[in-house]
């Protein structure tokens, strides 16, 4: 099956039933009921997401693996899509990336 592109994303998520993933997310973050990427990933394919940021799906997986990497202009993607303010999806990004570094401590161990 072929990746979708970047506008046939945003035209399923502008449709009703797309629209009340995009809402589950929204509340989920705002209350902080979702506070990892992999609940996000249960409700929206994460293959949707990367190819609304563009890139290879290695260079996605590696950002996920560390949030760190990602960029302020995919960190404000990212809130536009899921209709929360810039701070809510920081602060969520900032938290898998502490999360990820406690990770890697006990790893490294």
């Known amino acids: 099956m072929p990746r979708k592109t ?3 994303i945003l035209t399923h998520f502008k449709a009703e039933a797309g629209q009340n993933k995009i809402q589950v997310i929204k509340n989920g973050m705002e209350t ?4 990892s990427f ?3 990933f249960a409700i929206i394919a994460k293959s949707n997401l990367q190819s609304l940021l563009g890139g290879e799906f290695y260079a996605f997986d590696k950002k996920i693996e560390d949030p760190g990497r990602f960029s302020l202009n995919e960190v404000e993607i990212f809130a ?4 929360v303010k810039f701070d809510v999806m920081l602060n969520f ?3 898998n990336q ?3 570094k406690k990770k890697r401590k006990k790893t490294n161990k």
Do not use: G, M, V, W
């Open 80 to 83: 536009d899509f899921f209709q």
């Open 98 to 100: 502490l999360e990820a």
């Open 6 to 8: 970047k506008q046939e």
């Open 93 to 95: 990004i900032r938290r």
């Open 32 to 35: 902080s009921t979702i506070i």
């Open 38 to 40: 992999p609940q996000i």
